[in-house]
């Protein structure tokens, strides 16, 4: 017997996936937190990564691009917010438990729609703000300023959603000509550079055989991640797929148990599922706003023929 598996079926199932593959990148890089610098790891990781995303711009063809004037800041813009994004959360998830760094990221899609409003003019109504509010709160949940588990690691995880904003933000007002693996390719490479610099600031350790296993292992989740969000993002409808982004927090709560023994207190736990309605709420209230501005330009159309 034959299932037939819909579009959107198959676009949640590869947001499910990419997530895993995220995740699964972030609990080896916090296990190497143990062995190496997180520097060292950083720059060691983006050999690998840039060599495997080199070989598919390759492959597609772009492996030398020459990016139009027009799109020259923007990309510039997006590989700071990528570098900076990177950068405070391995700072945040080498000391702090996984599951409370991606609580943390998990703040972003709500950060982006309220930084498009101010910063894009784009129409957000009273539900979405309250909806961004509310997410806030739960941010607030998992941080707690204040308490014990409070300290500056909590503040870049915060740092590193701020940086992923301009990231998003810039990549929105990138033309549709400038290749998406060429500029993964510029971001892994500027990462990798950044690491090498700052490693220079760390006292190198000795790389064992089994740490490069661990740090091509890294590779291939990042690079995993990478090709199922494409996936995502090209089956189905974005607005009914894009809230299964948030089963990372499943699997950061089931790895952060299992590898490292972390288990959420109810705070962060609630505080996440705040985060979490917060998000899906407005991907809900985003898909509405766009299907009723599609139906009035349609209705729009009809008078005038």
Known sequence: MTILVSDNMRGAAFMSITMAGYVANDTVMKLLSEHLNLFQAMFLRGIFTSLLIAGFCLFKGVLIYRIPKGDRLTVILRLVGEIGGTVFYLMALFNMPIANATAILQALPLAVTLAGAIFMSEAVGWRRYLAIFSGFIGVLMVVRPGSDGFNEFSTFAII????????????????????SLFVSL????????????????????????????????????????????????????????????????????????????????????????????????????????????????????????
């Open 160 to 179: 590193a959603v701020v940086f992923i904003v301009i990231r998003d933000l810039s990549t929105r007002r990138l033309s549709t000509a400038v290749p």
């Open 186 to 305: 510029l971001t892994s490479i500027s990462v990798m550079s950044v690491g090498a610099i700052l490693s220079l600031t760390e006292e190198w350790r000795p790389v064992s055989t089994s740490e490069i296993g661990l740090l091509i292992l890294a590779s291939l989740f990042i690079i995993f991640g990478y090709l199922f969000s494409i996936m995502a993002m090209r089956v189905g409808d974005i607005s009914f797929s894009s809230p299964f982004r948030y089963t990372i927090l499943i699997w950061a709560i089931l790895l952060g148990f299992v590898v490292f023994g972390d288990i959420p207190d109810g705070w962060t736990i609630f505080g996440s599922l705040i985060i979490v309605g917060s998000g899906v709420y407005t991907f809900y209230r985003e898909r509405r706003v766009h299907a009723s501005g599609h139906a009035n330009e349609q209705a729009k159309t009809a008078e005038r023929t």
